[in-house]
């Protein structure tokens, strides 16, 4: 199946993915003027008057960066909602939206029928993020458009599936977008993402080392410094399972290899409160793929980095195949 024309002015076959006190709209805006889809979490902007702020100032720069450009227009960008009986404000935001006509949401922990109906109304996508199969089925019964599965590997919350396995499940049932997200930090695994049945690739970590994400220096650098093996998969920190950095928990004076399980009713997702340490703030999340992540960067650089790193896997790949397609 074709992508919608929402998507026409990828110049790469990325979303970036939703980071959680990371993604403001300086990070959007430069992702979507890059070609990618940029996106953050609506409860990012704090209080909720700030959103409607972000929405106005995305809004603005993309339209004008698009009258400036009319051969090269923006990305579209997104607004990633939890829908989960914690968030006591997504009626709100849902609203600020419709205001503002946001053309893609991204939905998490939670698929109801009445947000998809709202994006609808007024001609929004929406993609659901799952983890297995199961869920993959109820959020397309409910009215998703798309899908984002996250598989093993992933930054934050997470699943424990193999992306092949993932998508195979699915794509066996399900023909719309599907955005594979786990572990994918180079051009080659975007390629992979598709290779493997996705339309698209969903990036997370890699933006975190980037001039224009709102982390702190010492985070950004210890994804340049990390790799897969520097990853922890916990459910400690906000109640649902999911990966981050072992050197910011160690930080926290916790021992990462020695971290008890938590109970899903101790969902939180501002202060992570079942430690001390606060998920997110404290305890950095990230994906298994930052082994390729390597330097500081712009967004913009950073997108022709993977541009040119796929472009010169797609050519291996269709030598290395030849032989066996003869």
Avoid at 260 to 286: C, L, V
Avoid at 292 to 305: E, G, K, P, Y
Wanted: aromatic share 8%.
């Amino acid at each position: 199946m074709a992508l919608p024309p929402l998507f026409a002015p990828l110049r790469l076959p990325v979303i970036a993915s939703p980071l959680f006190l990371i993604s403001g709209p300086e990070l959007v805006i430069a992702q979507c003027k890059a070609g990618v889809v940029g996106s953050f979490p609506a409860l990012n902007a704090r209080p909720i008057s700030q959103l409607d702020e972000w929405l106005h100032q995305i809004t603005e720069a993309l339209a004008a960066h698009n009258r400036d450009h009319p051969e090269r227009p923006a990305a579209p960008y997104a607004v990633n909602q939890i829908v989960h009986k914690t968030n006591n404000r997504l009626d709100q935001d849902i609203a600020l939206c419709a205001k503002w006509q946001v053309p893609l949401m991204i939905t998490s922990l939670g698929a109801r029928e009445d947000v998809y109906s709202a994006a609808h109304g007024w001609g929004g996508i929406v993609l659901h993020d799952v983890i297995d199969d199961r869920f993959a089925r109820k959020a397309i019964e409910k009215g998703a458009d798309g899908l984002v599965p996250v598989a093993a590997g992933a930054g934050g919350h997470a699943g424990r599936q193999s992306p092949f396995a993932l998508v195979q499940e699915i794509r066996a049932w399900f023909s719309g977008v599907i955005a594979l997200s786990g572990a994918i930090g180079h051009g080659r695994s975007i390629l992979a993402a598709q290779a493997a049945g996705a339309d698209l690739a969903y990036i997370g970590s890699a933006w975190i080392a980037t001039h224009e994400a709102r982390a702190s220096a010492a985070y950004k650098q210890a994804i340049i410094d990390g790799g897969a093996g520097d990853i922890v998969y916990s459910s400690l920190f906000t109640g649902v399972h999911g990966n981050y950095l072992r050197s910011s928990i160690v930080n926290a004076g916790l021992d990462p290899d020695n971290l008890p399980d938590s109970d899903p009713s101790a969902m939180n997702f501002g202060s992570g409160g079942n430690t001390e340490a606060k998920a997110w703030k404290d305890i950095w999340g990230s994906g298994q793929g930052i082994g390729a992540i390597t330097t500081l960067t712009s967004v913009a650089d950073r997108v022709a980095q993977f541009t040119q790193e796929y472009r010169t896997a797609a050519d291996a790949l269709t030598a290395n195949s030849a032989p066996y397609l003869a």
